[in-house]
């Protein structure tokens, strides 16, 4: 890469070394910008007849290349790619939606030295419009071979990331207490509204029963042949494990439990199970409170559709501590 003045004419298809501004201070043209028939006539009508330019060499491709050629490679599902100024492509999502991150690819694309990427964390709720990703590469010009590394490892792997819609899920509710069906319904509902607000659901199916087993295996049932996108309890108690009521309640209606305890604070006491497709959502302490909690965590990439392993929620443990 070598960097020369030449004529504004001759440097139609160069890269641009130096951003470009008006008397006023406002930026005409921005560094690696890559000059075309357009920008030569605005450049003359400002009274420039110079400029730097940088040439590239044969085992170069320019900045602007170098992030739309790998950004899209990186992701699947509902977003689009927007080129930035200064080596940039911004990844946006275009519907609401659950962004899946390959956090090792991450890391192996971020140890090569001529491109980066900066994603939102993993299993976040992202709404429509809103910047996902970032790629950025070294000023001016990647070295081919370093491109062709991080196209590789997209193309051994798998894309970086799956944008994931969340198309108005349905959810349902069940409330349950030991001793009057409508109290965990009055104390909690107000607040599960602040969690389910933001995914723009249908309609919510809510049920409320006594804390029996049997009575909250027939209300579960009731629930799951609606075919819900998910299924939350809560109750105004706190399980020990799953063999409490709760927990025998979802394996007599067919559940298969996921997972006892997740690393969250608030939220450590999370069951999950899962009917079939359905997951099925108990987190105690969770429904008293509007601030974050491990519903946070859980609801974008379940009402997405993924279905979350014991070895997902493993994962939350860095960056669990939501409570400060």
Known sequence: ????????????????????FRLSGKKLLAKGHILSEDDAILLQSEGLEQV?????????????????????????????????AGGRANMVATENCCVVVDDELLRQINSTS??????????SHAKAGQRIAVVKSAPFAVAKDQLSRVLTLLEERGPLMKVRPIRKPRIALLYTDPLQPSRARI???HVMRHPLEQYDPTPTIALSCVEDEAKVTNTLTQLLRANP???IIASTTTPANPDDVVGRSMQQAGCIIERFLAPVEPGNLLLLAYKDEIPVISAPGCYRSAKKNVLDLLLPPLLSGYRLSGEDLASFGNGGLLAQ
């Open 1 to 20: 890469m070598k960097a020369r003045v030449l004529a504004v004419n001759d440097s139609i298809g160069r890269v641009l070394s130096t951003p470009i």
């Open 114 to 123: 001529s491109l980066v990427v900066a994603t939102v964390a993993n299993f």
């Open 187 to 189: 104390h909690f509902e």
């Open 229 to 231: 996108d998910a299924v």
């Open 52 to 84: 730097w330019v940088t040439e590239l060499d044969d085992h170069e491709v320019s900045e602007e290349d170098a992030v739309l050629t790998a950004s899209s490679s990186m992701a699947v599902g509902s977003v689009e790619i927007r080129l930035a």
